[in-house]
């Protein structure tokens, strides 16, 4: 089974605070995906990488940057939280071509 | 359907019950189709998925319609369990672009 792990399930962090989250995934797959739920908003598309070093912006990419120095490893950063920055974030990863994505079990973080 | 918002749409169906679940797609060019199935407090699973060349593709309990030409996806749960409250949503993909979601639909299976 494809596993798609991430960090933590709950961070609680401050206004200001430069946060990671850390996404892993166990198929070799090309492609990762960070993206952040809202209620009634569906899963909107912050960062994508399709290779190692490779990133390209999604539909909200302003607050947050990425990195992917290994294929099974794609980090999502929040330079300086905000408190609109408060949401789930979803990690996925899909191999090349028309497939599924694979989710991880998001990470809840709330910015005080 | 779905639509975006801050209130998702709602369905409640009987045990035992088939369900329908519709999605208004937008791109007339997106060639592939999933629905996924999400949990409180999980990440989203993958339930079935279309190509545009099918207009109708089953799983187990589950079938996926597809109408091309009014963008219309719907999902089809057979004899709906308790299991099967969630929120249901649909995800298209046009050629060289990536994935965009619809914003769900609550299922509520009521004893």
């Known amino acids: 089974d494809v596993k798609v792990t991430q960090s933590s399930r709950y961070l609680v962090k401050r206004t200001g605070e430069k946060v990671f989250l850390e996404c892993v995934q166990d198929m070799d797959h090309e492609n990762m995906f960070w993206y952040r739920q809202d209620p009634g908003l569906g899963l909107r598309l912050i960062y994508f990488?399709?290779?190692?070093?490779?990133?390209e912006k999604g539909d909200i990419p302003e607050g947050y940057s990425v990195s992917r120095e290994k294929k099974e490893r794609f980090s999502l950063i929040l330079e300086s939280a905000s408190t609109n920055q408060t949401s789930m974030y979803l990690c996925?990863?899909?191999?090349?071509?028309?497939?599924?994505?694979?989710f991880g079990p998001g990470t809840r973080l709330t910015v005080l | 359907g779905e639509s975006v918002g801050l209130h998702l749409p709602t369905l409640s169906v009987q045990e035992g019950d088939n369900s329908i679940i519709n999605c208004a797609y937008s791109?007339?060019?997106?060639?592939?189709f999933i629905w996924y199935k999400q949990e409180s407090g999980k990440g989203p699973q993958f339930i079935i998925d279309i190509r545009s060349n099918m207009d109708k593709r089953q799983g187990q309990r589950v079938t996926v319609l597809l109408n091309k030409t009014v963008k219309h996806l719907s999902l089809q749960i057979a004899a709906t369990q308790p299991g099967d409250s969630a929120v249901y949503f649909c995800?298209?993909?046009?050629?060289?672009?990536?994935?965009?979601f619809g914003s769900g639909t609550q299922l509520t299976v009521l004893p």
């Open positions: 996925a990863s899909t191999p090349t071509g028309p497939h599924e994505q694979f």
């Open positions: 990488s399709y290779d190692v070093k490779m990133k």
């Open positions: 791109n007339s060019a997106s060639d592939y």
């Open positions: 995800a298209e993909k046009p050629p060289a672009r990536q994935l965009t």
